[in-house]
């Protein structure tokens, strides 16, 4: 069974980047007919689309996130990326990353403050 | 971009009674691929229903899906309290992948 953890802190401050890394477990990423994504989810709302990637290093993103986002794939580590720049409160939010639709990983929350 | 629309918002039932939720898309949804997921309280969400109406992996029979195209349907057969939670849709057949805002079934 494919399980994804993400990793990465949990304070951030204003204007800066955030780093957040996924890693897959029971299955390779390389190879895989799935998008690796992320998702978000700020405090009492919905949920959000970012991103995803495929094995070959090919990246979708959310218009409404482009211009700050990159998504990356390491297939020889089975793990893949997500950097947000120019970090405001509203990216305050849980982080999900997902072989998707099916394999979601635990979530980690990012704080943007000072 | 296909926005998905959830109705109702908030679904008051009681244990036992029969739930139906909908998802509505502003565009046909490629290949069926609309997917239910469910989150309960402080946890991430998981998924029911992938292509429309295939449960995932240990997910019980008291949930199907039916729809295509643009209206889709979750329904949960007779509620067991750990169904009170929040469901989205979520449609993967054309990028940017987009979420419905979610219905929150909660207890009557």
């Known amino acids: 069974q494919v399980q994804v953890h993400e990793s990465g802190p949990g304070l951030v401050r204003p204007s800066e980047t955030l780093s957040l890394t996924c890693s897959v477990s029971?299955?390779?990423?390389?190879?895989?007919?799935?998008?690796w994504g992320w998702i978000r989810q700020p405090p009492g709302k919905g949920l959000e689309w970012i991103g995803a990637?495929?094995?070959?290093?090919?990246?979708v993103y959310n218009p409404s996130l482009e211009s700050r986002v990159i998504i990356s794939v390491d297939t020889s580590k089975n793990q893949f990326s997500l950097k947000i720049k120019s970090l405001t409160a509203a990216d305050t939010a849980v982080y999900y990353c997902?072989?998707?639709?099916?394999?979601w990983g635990p979530g980690t929350l990012v704080t943007v403050s000072s | 971009e296909n926005v998905l629309t959830q109705s109702p918002g908030i679904l008051s039932l009681s244990p036992g009674e029969r739930a139906t939720l909908s998802c509505r898309a502003s565009?046909?949804?490629?290949?069926?691929?609309l997917a239910w997921l469910q989150q309960r309280p402080g946890q991430a969400p998981r998924l029911l229903i992938s292509?429309?109406?295939n449960r995932a992996t240990g997910i019980p029979d008291r949930f199907s899906g039916s729809g295509s195209g643009t209206d889709f349907t979750l329904t949960i057969s007779r509620l067991e309290p750990e169904d009170f939670a929040v469901y989205y849709c979520?449609?993967?057949?054309?990028?940017?992948?987009?979420f419905g805002p979610g219905t929150k079934v909660e207890i009557k």
């Open positions: 997902a072989r998707e639709p099916v394999n």
């Open positions: 979520q449609q993967y057949g054309n990028f940017p992948f987009t």
């Open positions: 292509g429309a109406s």
């Open positions: 565009q046909s949804v490629r290949l069926n691929y």
């Open positions: 029971g299955g390779a990423i390389s190879g895989s007919t799935y998008y």
């Open positions: 990637v495929y094995y070959s290093g090919t990246t």
